[in-house]
């Protein structure tokens, strides 16, 4: 998906919705809250797992918006998959320490996008940004015994959560800092 140009007599190119959420598919039904949450923050967005689903989505809402995008993997394939979208604004960057990214931001943070691997990692990852993050979608979060994810652990730790399931794939917003439940998805 690439972001057109205008020249001073076009009208310019403004990411809608529907844009964004476009081809969406079950490894991709985290798009329409990932939708809400970008729109209602401001700041940083943090990516723990890179995919085809988000990556080059966020890579286009955050190059319009001039918003900073850190995506992190630790498979060696799919970061080289995507490194060729790292720019000045958006750090792609392997590691093999899923607390690495936890410990570089430590402030607010507009949003944080689950979907890393092993999948029983993001319970702790989740936790540890629940008090910095003005929003945190995970993904897989349906109820087919929790995948061994076990997102119940962590659901108490917020004050508004809002769960959608597309295409029998669950995908949960957390937060302590906007009502989610508002949204409308």
């Known amino acids: 998906m690439g972001c057109p140009f205008s020249t001073s007599n076009e009208t310019p190119y403004v990411m809608t919705k529907q844009q964004f959420i476009e ?5 991709s039904s985290h798009l329409p809250l990932l939708w809400e949450a970008l ?12 995919g085809n689903g988000s990556t080059p989505k966020l890579h286009e809402y955050c190059k319009e918006k001039k ?20 720019t000045s604004t958006h750090a792609i960057e392997y590691t093999q320490d899923w607390l690495e990214p936890i410990q570089r931001h430590r402030y ?7 979907d890393e691997a092993p999948g029983f990692i993001r319970k702790y990852n989740i936790a540890m940004f629940s008090q ?17 994810y076990l997102f119940s652990l962590v659901s108490p730790l917020f004050k508004s959560k809002k769960s ?3 295409d029998g794939i669950g995908t949960t917003a957390f937060s302590n800092f906007i009502d989610v439940t508002k949204w409308s998805v």
Do not use: C, P
Not at 108 to 114: A, D
């Open 23 to 27: 081809g969406m598919d079950a490894w």
């Open 39 to 50: 729109e209602a923050t401001q700041g940083e967005v943090i990516e723990l797992g890179i």
């Open 67 to 86: 918003r900073s995008l850190f995506s992190y993997e630790n498979n060696i394939d799919w970061y080289r998959k995507f490194e060729h979208l790292r």
């Open 108 to 114: 607010t943070i507009g949003v944080v996008f689950s």
């Open 132 to 148: 910095n993050a003005q929003v945190i979608i995970a993904h897989d979060t349906e109820d087919k015994s929790e995948h061994g």
């Open 164 to 166: 959608i399931i597309l």
